[in-house]
Structure formats: structure tokens, C-alpha cells
């Protein structure tokens, strides 16, 4: 399973010039049988992973919070891992039927397309709705799903701002980073009912987020407080981060991949740019040691620096897609990938914990930390498919 790779430099991050390998634990029997494992666990009435203890045990939420369509979500990715590799004994993806097990997953949430407390991450509760459509594009569950999630976002659109409102969280009207992760449900409820608006939310908002979220250097706020009246930004700040104007890595990561989508739907090379910028920023950012941090400005002293597994395994799945997106730095980007999603293999898979990595830091400030993340294994998944479908690894 290991394929080694001749990497260029990628100016600045110096962590990019020598030789590394695909990470076995990518394809390892024991991912299937800890999903089917935790599935197996699964309570009735559902309820979801969110995140670990800090001695990696699942701890279960019920499926009103943001993260629960994640669970369901990785089910279908092991699925479409499946349906591109077929199972075998080394590789353990015969053990269920995955896409099965996301359905009853998906089962839980029909309920939050009326009514939910998860605001702006009804786009996260659709990832599975979105796989469902990938393998059925017939399935009226799925649509409905998507339909419902994608109105209840576009209602939250205030157009002085420009943005769909992040969090209910008087006085200010809220739009954090994340939330252009959610983007992609209003283009796919657009496709669906050819609803013109959606599309033209989704592009206002990016764009409102490109001039107000975003420095000068690629670095991004988590949080920016507009004026609901007037339109107009109050402050920046952030939530989940070490300072209102340090950068937060997965905010920063959930940045590359929301402008992918972007240029995705609508080819508009600003898009690229930026998701190619806030990259960069990524990378230039890097430690010496190659471990994501938690957020690019904690402080050093005393060590360690927590890191975050989530932020790196999701900042390597935009790379992938980078890689993809931009030919010309092809080498460039899926060397990026390896490195930092092995950095992290190293320090993080643990096959005596519930979730696939550990390491997590779901939300510092709030002491939240050296978890594992549902998210963070989800993008796990993703990323050991994409290397199959580059080319850079083998079923």
C-alpha cells in the first residue's frame, strides 16, 4: 500500500522537500470495523458521534447539534470506497453494507428540516442527503432533504449584509468562516428546483466573505459581527480561536474547501484564486514538525502546542482537490496532502480509540481538546478515496 513520492519545495514550508509515502492506516481494516463498531453502538431513539472522551470513547448527542450528519455521511464515503475498490479480506469494506447503514443513519435528522437549533449548519446535516443523491439522484427523501435544509438557509439571508446569518446570537448579526461550507446545499437544492435565487445567495455571500473575512496575508477571522440594519461590519473576532485576530486552522481549512466549491459551480477563477490563497497561507504557516496546530498563532511555550487532526485531515482533502483544479501545481498541492495527512497519521491514529484519529481540538478556548471528531474522520475517508482516484494509491 505504500508508494512513494519524489516531493518538490513548496515555497515557504520547508516541510515539503523530501521523500514520503502514502500512509497504510488510510486503507486499514480496522477503519471499516471501527465505523461498523460504533454504528453497532448506536442508540434508539439515534443519536450521533460527535466527539471523543479524552480517553477515546464516542460521547453521543442527539441529532439537533451540527455535526450529526457526519456520522451518517462517512457511512456513504466507505461506500463509494467500496464501489471503487470492491471488498475484499485485506481491506474489510465487505463487512456491511455502508450505504444501508447511512440511510438509517440519515433516518434521524428528517425531523430537523422543520425545525432545528443548528442555524447556518443545516449545510452539514445534507451531507448525507447529498451522498444518498450521488448513488440515487431519484431518491425523493434525499430531495426533500436537501430541499427543506436549503430553505431554511436561504431564509437566514439578510441582503444589507450581503450573508446568510451563521449564529442567533443578539446583538450583532454573525457569519463565521465555516459557514462557507454550507454553500454547496443551496446550489444543490438550485439544481434540483431551479430556484435562481439560491445560487445568487450562495455568490453573495462568498463574495461578502472574501472582502470582509479575509486579510490581506490569506490568513482569515473566524467571526465577523455585522450591523443587521445597516449592513455594516461592527468587529472581528473570534470563537473557537487562540485571538480575535489570530488564525484558527480549521476555520481556515473549512476556507480552502468552501471556495473549491465555489469555483466548482460556477468556474469563476476569483474563487480559485482565493481557496488558492488561503492554501498558501496554510502551508506557510506550518511548523517545523508538520503537526497541524490548532490555531496558527497559539502560543508555542509552554509545549506542546495541542494540534488539530480535523484541521489537517480536512485541509489535506481541499489540497487533493487543488491538485485537481489547479494542473500546473499538481505535484505541488497532492505533495502538501501526503505530508500533512501523514504528519498527522503519525501522531494520531490510534486503533485502541472509538473514532479513527485522535488528537482533535474541537474548541480550545471552551477546553475542548485531544479528542477525536466525527468531521475530522470523516475527511479521513474522504482523503484516502481521492488519493485512489489520483492515481497516488492503490485499492
Not at 20 to 36: A, F, G, M, R
Not at 111 to 134: K, R, W, Y
Not at 269 to 296: C, E, H, Q
Not at 373 to 392: A, C, N, P
Request: glycine share 6%.
Amino acid at each position: 500500500m505504500l508508494l512513494s513520492l519524489l516531493l518538490f519545495a513548496v515555497h515557504p514550508a520547508p516541510l515539503l522537500t523530501t521523500a514520503t509515502s502514502v500512509p497504510s492506516e488510510l486503507y486499514s481494516p480496522i477503519v471499516p470495523q471501527k465505523l461498523l463498531a460504533a454504528y453497532q453502538k448506536t442508540p434508539d431513539p439515534i443519536q450521533y458521534p460527535q466527539y471523543t472522551s479524552t480517553n477515546g470513547t464516542w460521547e453521543l448527542f442527539p441529532a439537533d447539534v451540527w455535526t450529526s450528519g457526519f456520522f451518517p455521511a462517512t457511512m456513504y464515503a466507505l461506500e463509494e470506497r467500496k464501489r471503487l475498490c470492491g471488498a475484499t479480506k485485506s481491506n474489510g469494506l465487505g463487512l456491511a453494507n455502508w450505504a444501508n447503514l447511512g440511510r438509517a443513519l440519515t433516518s434521524g435528522l428528517t425531523a430537523l428540516e422543520v425545525q432545528n437549533t443548528v442555524g447556518h449548519d443545516v449545510g452539514f446535516l445534507s451531507f448525507p442527503f447529498a451522498h444518498e443523491l450521488q448513488i440515487n439522484a431519484h431518491n425523493q427523501t434525499a430531495k426533500d432533504g436537501i430541499n427543506n435544509f436549503a430553505k431554511l438557509l436561504a431564509a437566514r439571508y439578510n441582503p444589507l449584509v450581503g450573508c446568510t446569518k451563521s449564529w442567533d446570537w443578539p446583538p450583532y448579526f454573525k457569519v463565521i468562516i465555516d459557514n462557507m461550507m454550507n454553500l454547496e446545499l443551496l446550489f444543490l437544492s438550485a439544481d434540483l428546483t431551479n430556484n435562481q435565487t439560491l445560487r445568487d445567495i450562495a455568490i453573495s455571500h462568498a463574495d461578502t466573505t472574501i472582502v470582509n473575512h479575509i486579510r490581506s496575508d490569506g490568513g482569515t477571522w473566524h467571526v465577523i459581527n455585522y450591523n443587521e440594519t445597516t449592513g455594516e461590519v461592527d468587529s472581528k473576532q473570534t470563537f473557537q480561536g487562540y485571538s480575535n485576530d489570530s488564525t484558527w486552522s480549521r476555520g481556515q481549512a473549512w476556507g480552502v474547501n468552501g471556495y473549491l466549491d465555489l469555483y466548482d459551480r460556477t468556474k469563476n477563477r476569483t474563487y480559485l484564486d482565493t481557496s488558492v490563497k488561503l492554501a498558501n497561507y496554510f502551508l506557510s504557516r506550518m511548523p517545523s514538525d508538520g503537526i497541524v496546530p490548532w490555531d496558527f498563532d497559539a502560543p508555542t511555550v509552554p509545549p506542546p502546542r495541542p494540534a488539530d487532526s480535523s484541521a489537517a485531515t480536512l485541509a489535506s482533502y481541499g489540497f487533493l482537490r487543488l491538485a485537481t483544479a489547479v494542473p500546473n501545481e499538481k505535484r505541488k498541492w497532492q505533495n502538501a496532502a501526503l505530508q500533512t495527512v501523514s504528519k498527522i497519521i503519525d501522531l494520531a491514529f490510534n486503533p485502541a480509540w472509538d473514532s479513527l484519529l485522535s488528537n482533535g481540538t474541537v474548541n480550545w478556548p471552551a477546553g475542548n481538546m485531544l479528542t477525536g471528531t466525527v468531521y475530522g474522520d470523516y475527511y479521513f475517508v474522504k482523503v484516502g478515496t481521492e488519493l485512489i482516484r489520483q492515481g497516488l494509491a492503490h485499492c
